[in-house]
């Protein structure tokens, strides 16, 4: 289908779209009026609401009563190392070593004992109803929601040691690989698993958005060999965050003798 068999809204909104991103109507700024879109572009009354109502659900602008349609101003995105160990434990605590505009990143938390349902003995190998150590954190950036995140470790290998409660005792604060550490775990590799959804109605309040935005949701493991020794379900805004990827190449590839054939 040419351009012509598109709907006139769509047209419309490709139009306002461009200015946006060029631009060319700045954050913060108020849209022209329906009845100046109307007249501008030949169009009735019920395009041009339409229009508007794709680009408002794009994040792009954002209707305020009584006032009319704004450019919505986008937050910078922040970039999040992944990909890679950082001695730190994780980036907020990689992050408080170098702050930046918005101050020391800090985190809430709150631990208590619970059973694993069978998704998380699934993913933590272990029976259903087996207890466990659930972790709730909210990690915060210029005191605005940054991250949301739930951690599960099994209490059969932290219960009664100095790990069994991630952010209290001597190993209070470090990041999994080490407090593992401190009692003879060796973690071995951490895997992720990221998708792009909607949020939640019990994450939007927590997390600063509003319903129908889009997060990401990476569920982590941390292994120790075979074993899976914590996971995680970690989620952040989309439009607020860039997951930035580091993938080591082993040294010492070279072509299989066949392909220089």
Known sequence: MGELGRPAYLRLADVLRSRILSGEHQPGARMPSIADLCRQHGLSEQPVRQALRVLNSEGLTEGRPGSGTYVRRRPAPARIPRGRYDAAGSPFAGAGRDPGPGGVPHWTHDSQKTWA?????????????????????????????????????????????????????????????????????????????????????????????????????????????????????????????????????????????????
């Not at 150590?133 to 040691?161: I, K, N």
């Not at 020794?229 to 299989?256: C, F, K, N, Q, W």
Request: charged share 20%; proline share 7%.
């Open 117 to 261: 349902t069978g998704a998380l003995a699934l993913r933590l190998r272990i029976a259903e109803g087996d207890p466990i150590m659930q972790t709730q954190y909210v990690f915060l950036a210029a005191d605005r929601p940054a991250q949301l995140s739930t951690s599960w470790e099994p209490l059969a290998l932290t219960g009664g040691t100095v790990a069994a409660r991630p952010e209290y005792g001597p190993l209070a604060g470090l990041g999994v690989v080490e407090r593992m550490a401190g009692i003879g775990l060796t973690v071995t590799r951490v895997t992720e698993d990221v998708t792009a959804r909607p949020v939640l109605e019990a994450e939007s309040g927590p997390l600063g958005v509003a319903l129908g935005s889009t997060v990401l949701s990476i569920e982590r493991t941390h292994w120790a060999g075979g074993l899976p020794v914590e996971t995680a379900d970690i989620v952040l805004a989309a439009e607020r965050s860039r997951l930035v990827y580091e993938i080591g190449v082993p040294a010492g590839i070279t072509p299989e003798s066949d392909v220089l054939r």
